[in-house]
C-alpha cells in the first residue's frame, strides 16, 4: 500500500503510543475503513472476505502464530481455515474476521497489513490484541467490544486454525498428520 | 410401497441384515431417517472432524433432540450418526468378539442374566460377520474364546508406543495383544488398504468398514433392496390379528407414508428402537408396541471409560494413525465379575494434546509459541479404560411428553446412573493403567475425565421369557411375531467390549432366520454359508 502522509502521521503516533481513533478525521481520501462503526451489523454480513480483509487478517495472524511474516506456504494455510471458517452458514466467522479487521486498520489508522512487522507487533502490544485471555476490568481501548471479541474469539480462532493446519503438524517435525495420508509403517517406528 | 421385509435404520444392524436378506433375493425397503452421505464429499467430514466438531451433523435438528436425567448426564450428540451408515460412519472400528462368559453372567458369576443363546451359538455368524466387515487381527490374545475361522485380513503391526507398552506389561506380568479392528490392512472387499489418515471418525479413503460403502450399495445392487432416505417412521401400526402391519413414515414434508411388509425389523439404535415401540401405543399394548414385559426401554447401557495419561521424557510420536492397535482383555475376562466389574485396557496410539491445543492453551504468541508447541508435542502415552456396566432397570430410555421432535413427538429422555459396581471397575481400572504408566517411568499420571463410548444397549433385551425379555433368542418380539428388533438393544449384558461386532453376527443370524420362515422352511434350511459374505482381498 502506499504511504500517504497521513498514514505516516498515524503510524508514527501509533509507536508511540498515541490512539489514533482519539484523532478528529484528518483530511485526505475517504476509506471504508472509517465509515462503519465495529461490531455493527456490516461486520456480520455474509459474502466472502476481501482481498484487503484477508491480507490485514493474515498480517495480524503472522504476528500471533510466528512472530513475523508468514511464508507463502503459511500463508496459503491460514488462508484455508479462513476461507473454510468463513463459509460456515450462520456468517458468525464472517463478521468475526470483518470486526477483526475493521478494528485493526482503527487502531493502526491504516491498513494494518501496510504496517512494518515491527509496527504491526507494536500496535498489537500496546492494545494487548495478542493476548487471548482478558481480566475482569481491563481497560480495552477505544473499541472495547471489538476488542473484547477479537481477543477471546478471534485469537484463539487464528493460532488454533494455523497450528491445526499443515503448519502446525510442520512445526513438530510431521509432514503427514491427520487429514494427509501417507504411509502406513511410519507408525512403527520412532521418526528419523 | 411394499416390501417382504420393511426395515427401520441403514446402520450396522439394518445394513448388514438388508444385505443378507437380498441376497436370499428377498425384497427388502429400508427407511432411513438420515441422509446419504456423498463420499465426494467426505473431505467436509474430515475437516469437521479436524476442527474438534462433529463429522456427521444432520438436519433437522429437531430430530435429534432428546433430554437426560439420572446422576450422570449421558450426551447422545457425537455418540449415534444419522444416515446411511449409521454409527459405522463414525465408529472406531473396533471389532472384538464377546468372550463366552459374557453370555452367562449368571451362569458364571451369579450376576446379571445369562444370553438365551450362547457364544457357541454365535460363532459362525461372527465368523461371517468377519468376513463381512473385513475384520483386521491375529489370534495372540491369550482369553480369545474358540474360534473356527482366522480373521480375513492380517492384523496391524504395534506401533512405535505399543513396544514402550508392551515391556511394561510383560514385567507387571498383564496380557498385551492386538487389537482387532473392521480396517484394511490390506485392500479388501473393493475398499483400499488404510493409508493412517489419522482422521478415522471420518475416514477419508474408505478403508475402515462403514455399511454405506459397502453393506448397503451391495444390498442395492442384488435389485431386492432399495433404501429410502429421509424418512422419518413415526409409529408402527397393527392389523386385527396383533401383527404389524405398516410403518408409517415421513420426510421433511411431514406427509404421512405407509411401507407395509410380511415381516418388519427395527434396526434404528437401541434410543429409537426403544422410541419407537413407546410411540406405537394400541389398544392391545397400551404402554407401547411389544412391551407387555413392561421392559421396552429399560436397562440401557452403555461402556464408561477413563483415559490415564502420564508425561514421558522422550517423544513418543503420536497422532501418526488415528486407532489403536493393542489392547489387554485380561482384566475382562480373569476377574470374579460377581463383584469387580471387568474392563479393557486400550493402549494408545495418540494421547496428549495435539498442537493446535497446545498453541491456544499456552498463552503465548509469535516465536515464543512456535518454541512451545515444538516442546510440548508428543510427551503423552495413555491408556483408555472401558467398563463393563449391568444392566439397572433405572437406566431406561422413556418418552418426554414435554419436549416434541420435528414431527411433534415425544423426545427420548434417557435417565442414566452408575452404580458401585461400575464405579470399583473404573477405579481398579484407574489402578491397572496407573501401574503400567509408573513402570513406564512417566511423570504426571493421572486420569482424565469420565466419558462414554457411543455404545448404546440393552433396550428390548432378548431372553426366553417373555415376561423378562422383549425379543427372543432370534431377536423376534415375544409379542409381535412378525416383528424384529436387532442391534445392541437387544443385548442381555454388556460386556466391556465394543458392541458392533455382535451387532452384524446377529443381524446375519436373525436375517437367517427370518428368510427361512418367508421362503416356509426352518431357519436351519437357509444355510449361513449359502447367502453370507465372501469377499476376496484384492
Request: net charge positive.
Amino acid at each position: 500500500m502506499k504511504s500517504t502522509r497521513r498514514t505516516l502521521i498515524l503510524g508514527f503516533l501509533t509507536i508511540i503510543g498515541f490512539d489514533p481513533s482519539s484523532l478528529p478525521r484528518l483530511g485526505g481520501r475517504s476509506e471504508d475503513i472509517w465509515a462503519a462503526p465495529i461490531g455493527g451489523a456490516q461486520d456480520s454480513a455474509r459474502g466472502p472476505l476481501s482481498d484487503l480483509e484477508l491480507e490485514d487478517l493474515v498480517a495480524f495472524a503472522g504476528v500471533l502464530v510466528e512472530g513475523r511474516a508468514l511464508s507463502a506456504e503459511q500463508r496459503g494455510f491460514l488462508l484455508d481455515h479462513l476461507a473454510d471458517r468463513a463459509r460456515d452458514p450462520s456468517g458468525y466467522y464472517a463478521g468475526l474476521y470483518r470486526t477483526t479487521a475493521r478494528l485493526l486498520n482503527r487502531l493502526a489508522g491504516t491498513r494494518f497489513s501496510s504496517l512494518t512487522p515491527d509496527r504491526r507487533l507494536a500496535l498489537l502490544s500496546r492494545y494487548r490484541l495478542t493476548s487471548a485471555a482478558v481480566a475482569p476490568g481491563e481497560p480495552l481501548g477505544p473499541y472495547p467490544d471489538a476488542a473484547r471479541e477479537v481477543r477471546t474469539r478471534a485469537v484463539p480462532d487464528l493460532i488454533g486454525g494455523y497450528y491445526g493446519s499443515a503448519a502446525g503438524w510442520a512445526a513438530v517435525g510431521y509432514a503427514t498428520f491427520p487429514g494427509r495420508c501417507g504411509d502406513l509403517t511410519r507408525y512403527t517406528r520412532p521418526e528419523p | 410401497m411394499e416390501a417382504e421385509v420393511g426395515i427401520v435404520g441403514a446402520g450396522a444392524a439394518g445394513g448388514v441384515l438388508a444385505l443378507e436378506l437380498a441376497r436370499r433375493g428377498i425384497q427388502v425397503v429400508v427407511l432411513e431417517s438420515g441422509p446419504r452421505h456423498d463420499f465426494a464429499r467426505r473431505g467436509e467430514s474430515v475437516r469437521r472432524y479436524l476442527r474438534h466438531e462433529n463429522p456427521w451433523p444432520t438436519l433437522p435438528r429437531e430430530l435429534d433432540r432428546y433430554t437426560v436425567g439420572g446422576s450422570v448426564i449421558y450426551q447422545l450428540e457425537g455418540r449415534r450418526a444419522r444416515g446411511v451408515g449409521g454409527s459405522t460412519l463414525h465408529w472406531e472400528g473396533y471389532a472384538l468378539r464377546m468372550h463366552e462368559r459374557d453370555f452367562r453372567l449368571r451362569t458364571s458369576h451369579g450376576i446379571a442374566e445369562d444370553w438365551p443363546i450362547t457364544y457357541q451359538d454365535l460363532e459362525p455368524y461372527y465368523t461371517a460377520a468377519e468376513r463381512m466387515l473385513g475384520v483386521a487381527g491375529t489370534a495372540d490374545e491369550p482369553w480369545a474364546s474358540p474360534r473356527s475361522g482366522s480373521f480375513p485380513l492380517p492384523a496391524f503391526a504395534f506401533s512405535h508406543s505399543d513396544s514402550l507398552f508392551a515391556g511394561a506389561c510383560q514385567t507387571l506380568g498383564i496380557g498385551f495383544h492386538h487389537l482387532p479392528q473392521a480396517r484394511n490392512s490390506l485392500a479388501y472387499d473393493g475398499r483400499p488398504q488404510c493409508r493412517a489418515c489419522g482422521t478415522c471418525q471420518a475416514c477419508p479413503i474408505g478403508a475402515r468398514a462403514s455399511v454405506d460403502l459397502a453393506q448397503i450399495p451391495q444390498a442395492e445392487a442384488t435389485g431386492h433392496a432399495r433404501v429410502v432416505t429421509e424418512a422419518t417412521v413415526l409409529r408402527l401400526e397393527l392389523d386385527l390379528a396383533g401383527e404389524v402391519e405398516a410403518l408409517v413414515y415421513a420426510g421433511l414434508d411431514k406427509v404421512e407414508r405407509r411401507l407395509t411388509a410380511r415381516i418388519f425389523v427395527l434396526a434404528g439404535g437401541a434410543v429409537e428402537n426403544a422410541r419407537l415401540l413407546l410411540l406405537s401405543t394400541s389398544k392391545p399394548f397400551p404402554t407401547g408396541l411389544a412391551n407387555r414385559s413392561g421392559l421396552v426401554g429399560k436397562c440401557f447401557m452403555s461402556h464408561p471409560a477413563v483415559d490415564v495419561i502420564g508425561r514421558a521424557r522422550d517423544n513418543v510420536y503420536p497422532y501418526r494413525i488415528g486407532f489403536s492397535t493393542a489392547m489387554s482383555r485380561q482384566f475382562a475376562i480373569e476377574r470374579d465379575r460377581a463383584t469387580r466389574g471387568a474392563f479393557l485396557l486400550e493402549f494408545l496410539n495418540s494421547a496428549g494434546p495435539t498442537p493446535d491445543r497446545i498453541a491456544m492453551a499456552s498463552g503465548l504468541t509469535g516465536e515464543a509459541l512456535r518454541r512451545r508447541v515444538k516442546e510440548e508435542f508428543g510427551r503423552w502415552l495413555g491408556i483408555r479404560v472401558y467398563v463393563e456396566q449391568l444392566p439397572d432397570r433405572a437406566n431406561s430410555i422413556s418418552l418426554n411428553p414435554n419436549v416434541r421432535d420435528y414431527f411433534g413427538n415425544p423426545a427420548p429422555h434417557v435417565r442414566y446412573s452408575l452404580s458401585p459396581y461400575e464405579r470399583g471397575a473404573l477405579n481398579d481400572a484407574r489402578a491397572v493403567a496407573g501401574r503400567i504408566l509408573k513402570m513406564l517411568g512417566l511423570s504426571d499420571i493421572r486420569p482424565t475425565g469420565l466419558f462414554f463410548a457411543g455404545h448404546q444397549i440393552g433396550t428390548h433385551r432378548m431372553g426366553t421369557d417373555p415376561r423378562a425379555s422383549v425379543v427372543d433368542g432370534d431377536l423376534r418380539a415375544h409379542d409381535v411375531p412378525n416383528l424384529y428388533l436387532v442391534g445392541s438393544g437387544c443385548f442381555v449384558t454388556a460386556s466391556a467390549s465394543p458392541p458392533t461386532l455382535t451387532i452384524a453376527a446377529l443381524a446375519i443370524r436373525a436375517a437367517e432366520h427370518i428368510a427361512g420362515s418367508l421362503r416356509g422352511g426352518t431357519p436351519s434350511e437357509t444355510t449361513l454359508r449359502s447367502a453370507s459374505y465372501f469377499p476376496a482381498r484384492n
